[in-house]
């Protein structure tokens, strides 16, 4: 069934479910939008990637997915979080490196984890997250517990070798796990085409016997339907599959990208005609479900939100000295 | 009240930067997204954009400045509906806050390592089985998986081949295929797998069929499994046992007989164990797959097919992070791990006869490493000798010549003296691979050496 579903079609929604999608995706561009500005203020050290453009990925995916589904992703991961239920101050306290943060201040950016929430990092080694989303799979298989394992990756780490080893073994055994592949187009600075020997993603499972779709991923209903369907699939033990997200990053790679590999204009193209929260505000407003009062208190709501969890992250204390030492090992129980 | 935008940092290393040029003037319109300006770092040359939305109040810094700090108010923005009365005198100072600087080791102690597996005493009068290594470890980990259904073992070869070293014989036939797992040739994979089987509630064992093919797995152990823990703040468990022969074994050649010993005990966030004979494969391994971290597993080929008496006592298990004193002596201190224990204790007989008193120090474990035992005989002997098969540079003999040196230097009668393989791969030619392993021999030499008797 590998097949390639980009399509404009006007997907069942309601008032309350579309004005949801669209508070879960301006919270995402909200929050990167004050952690870019975190990160030029020097609030924010070190590596810091935005995932502004491809909100409608991880909000449809996470809509479509049950609680108790895991989901793991790799260095682009804020959205991912905030998409889980954790919240904006842990995540902007782990950015500046404070004790109120997800790791408490050790991880940073890439490497935050929920237990709670089921959200399982945050990877900073482009791949890894492919077969440890394979293992939670197998992990669920084993418990025989009914959940899914979504793991999220890039179009540049669709190129690791690990990810076929993963592929392979997912379904061999017949593992319930999604491999979502946010294809924005840039692996750092490199574009698919110069890349990708096969630049149509979705056909990656092909040797394996994996099952694989594109979709519009700058379309949040558009990825929920897909990806409810997909769940379905891996839920009633049919093994693996593979989402091709057709998305786009608006902002560079990290906050040292020279943003010399693509032109202004392509980034104004994209954001000015298939602006995933534009798309939704659209919707909303042509179905007279929201006017522009309304939309506007919803980002006043959000602005709140993220200003609060700013002010958090940069008054929540450093780690005190005496973390340097614990979490390296648990102790042996007797 | 305006928007300052501030000259942003556009790496982390970036203090300051020249303003090459501004891409609007006052008055214009500003979305968010939009490109401000263009400045140049000693990277590269990058592109401000606006993450807020009205319009150019001021412009504060003119194209072609030089050395902007980093924080340095560049433009004012007017926000919805305000007049140019709204612009302030923009206070010079960059609201950066400064980092406290990050504490130096010594500031903060290391805490002792707490390991709560009591160590069996073995009573008198035991009865004692004869067990081969290979069928110790097999004995821990199906008493393991019988005793806990999170346990499973995924390897290749590990279920219909019976183990490519006959270590898994008969576990899919007690365990079955759910519990006993062929893998595909794909070590990378299959290790990312475990690690993540192990974060999602099982306590997987990952059979290598040799270390030597870790190397391509190495990422998952290191990155995905060692600092998962510490990274998460203590929220992410990893319990997951790696396990497989190290070391050379015999005739295979350089790629297959690699000792990974000092690798891996350079890592934090890691336990390295690495025993000698059959009951301690045994009573360690279980202490393995109960331990809530990644453990490394280091067996030896040519052990696997060793007999020695395994103590029968239900649950036997030794805590991982203690040394063995296999053999008291007075004159010198021999510290060894794995198969070159027994090259260790040849060599203690051998100069026993020559008039020399060696106390022979099994390791068992390499991280967390018992040092506490190694000083306290070396207060004893005053003499050390660090043997093992691995090459020497950063090796296991020079971490603990090193510590010992640093902690009981005025105990020492002569420098620490290191035994191990020749600083080469391990040609595969008989007379070659012979002169590159260590044997009891060198042993012997080293010892008589710091005892000035050679």
Redesign the interface.
Known sequence: MTSKIIKTKKYKTSKEDLLHLYHQMLLIRRFEEKAGQLYGMGLIAGFCHLYIGQEAVVVGIRDAIIDGDQMITGYRDHGHMLACGMTARGVMAELTGRSGGYSRGKGGSMHMFSVEKQFFGGHGIVGAQVPLGAGLALANKYKDNGHVSVAFFGDGAANQGQVYEAFNMAKLWSLPALFVIENNQYAMGTSIQRASAQTELYKRGISFGIEGIQVDGMDVLAVREAAKKCAKHARDGKGPMIMEMMTYRYRGHSMSDPAKYRTRDEVNEVRDEQDPIDKVKNRLIAEGWADLDTLKAIDKEIKAVVNDSAEFAKTSPEPDPSELYTDVLLEVEA | MAIDI?M?????T?EEGTLTKWLVKEGDEIR??D?LAEIETD?????V?S?DEGVVGKILIEEGAQNVL??TIILQLLEDGEGIEALSTPSAA????A??PA?T?E?????V??????EMQVPAGTKMIETSVRDALRDAMAEEMRRDDRV?IMGEEVAQYQGAYKVTRELLQEFGE?RV?D??I?E???????????????KPIVEFMTWNFAMQAI??II??AAK??????????CPIVFRGPNGAASRVGAQHSHDYASWYANV??L?VVAPYDAADAKGLLK?AI????PVIFLEHEMMYGEIHDVPDIEDYII??GKALVRRTGTDVTIVSHSRMVGRALEAAVILEQEGISAEVIDLRTIRPLDIDTVLESVRKTNRLVCAEEGWGQSGIGAEISARVTESAFDYLDAPPARVFQKDVPLPYAGNLEALSLPNANDVVVAAKSVCYKD
Not at chain 2, 43 to 47: I, L, N, V
Not at chain 2, 290 to 293: E, I, L, S
């Open positions: 501030q942003p940092a556009l790496s982390p970036m968010s997204g490109i990277k590269a040359t990058m592109e954009e993450i980093v924080g960059p609201a950066v806050e980092s406290s504490p080791p500031a903060v102690a290391a805490p390592i707490a390991n709560t597996v009591v499973f759910k797992i893998t595909p794909t990378h994979g299959f290790a990312g797998i475990g690690v993540g089987a192990a974060m999602g509630g099982l990422d998952h990155n995905s998962t823990l510490y990274m998460s703040g203590g929220q992410m468990r934090p966030g336990k202490a109960r331990d809530p971290n805590p991982i």
